[in-house]
């Protein structure tokens, strides 16, 4: 398969440049419509846009390589296939993987973690076993747990959060003492940006012989990630969320786990041989893709991974934790606007939690989209992580490499207009 370049390394472009960057994405780099603003795109935790790389990516290999996999013995098929496990390589090389083999994709995090629960979970969690979880999870990591533990009487604790919105790991150290089986945490929150200490948590949980699961949906694309530096057993992320296609998404784990289990879904593609009284399994990572796989997504993710790598994962935390910085500075002078989670900055990722006077955060997002600034509002599939900061709702803004000061300016302004729309400022 030929190399893509993502044509950044030749152009010199910094990306620290939040506009400079923003060029490489067409819905970005242009208005919706003649005459308006461009969109200040402020809701890359909930997906993120995605670079001219990954559309040209996806645009290729449907134009030149696209066939089905793994089963042609003509020089398509043979290409296509190449160009997928050429994307289970680059993403095996960006999360420090031992190997690609322990790369499976899957469309999302939800599945990924669905695929643990109903494989790994499902044969290793008894009646009486515990599985720690934290009350600031995504419904994904919650829900699917709730799932096994249903099925198999296997109880779940929750570490506690401090009022801020971190984990209380003396907590954490309570719960571990009663030897769980299974530790599934973010790395970080969407709903608040909290960092977690994720190796710290990881090696504690390993320590009390627990297996360890880390939800990185928002952590591989904003911070440096490696799962052999973690020491976790199974990570899980979203290629939306990090500049690739819709629908693609990786769960990574220990090879000796993954051999061990059983399959996720029956059907083609995952099987050695098949008897009408009964199958054996292929190997690892084919045994978790039954039928064909979402080949071109793969693809676009591995150009959107060559893209993130190219800017740098160092340089993507630096520009994201600057703009934090601005923006908590420049929200603090709006009449009435509380942030959640974190004020250390160095736990938080370009996440901004925030709510306005008493407007609801639906009617603070609505007015913001009036002024072309993309937020989102709700209760960020973390129901329970809402209760606990005693609040239905809250509105987010999120940054990532194409934003820049200008869009939180613009944030600022809106949020003004929505205190003198609703009197208050
Ligand atoms: N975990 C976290 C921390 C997330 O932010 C999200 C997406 N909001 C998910 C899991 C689920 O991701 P997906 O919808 O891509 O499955």
Known sequence: METRTTGLAT??????????VRADFPLLAAPPEPGTARVAFLDSAASSQKPAAVIEAMDAFYRRDNANIH????????????????????????????????????????????????????????????????????????????????ETGAELA??????????????LDTLLARGPKLVAFSHVSNALGTIHPAEEITRRAKAAGAAVLIDAAQSVPHVPVNVAALGCDF??????????????????????LLDGLPPFMGGGSMIRRVELSGSTWADVPARFEAGTPAV???????????????????????????LLAYAVGALAEVPGLRTFGPTDLDQRSGVISFELGDIHPHDVAAILDEEGVAVRAGHHCCQPLMRELGVVATSRASFYVYNDREDVDRLVAALHRANRVFAIG
């Open 296 to 322: 071109a997504d793969a693809v676009g993710l591995g150009a959107a991974v060559e893209y993130l790598s190219a800017l740098g994962m160092d340089r993507v935390r630096t520009h994201e934790r600057e």
């Open 11 to 20: 152009r010199g472009i910094d990306p620290l440049d939040g506009a400079a």
């Open 235 to 256: 990570l899980a992320l979203s290629g939306h969320k990090m500049l690739g296609p819709l629908g693609s998404g990786v769960l990574w784990g220990r090879f000796d």
């Open 71 to 150: 089963r042609g013995v003509y020089k398509l098929s043979e290409r296509a296939t190449a160009a997928y496990e050429a994307a289970r390589h680059t993403v095996a090389d960006f999360i420090g993987a031992a190997s690609a083999r322990e790369c499976i994709f899957v469309r999302n995090t939800t599945e990924a973690i669905n695929l643990v629960a109903q494989t790994w979970g499902r044969r290793e969690l008894r009646a009486g076993d515990l599985a720690v979880l934290t009350v600031m999870e995504h419904h994904s990591n919650l829900v699917p747990w709730q799932l096994v533990a249903a």
């Open 158 to 171: 929750f570490v506690r959060m401090t009022p801020d919105g971190r984990l209380d790991l003396d907590h």
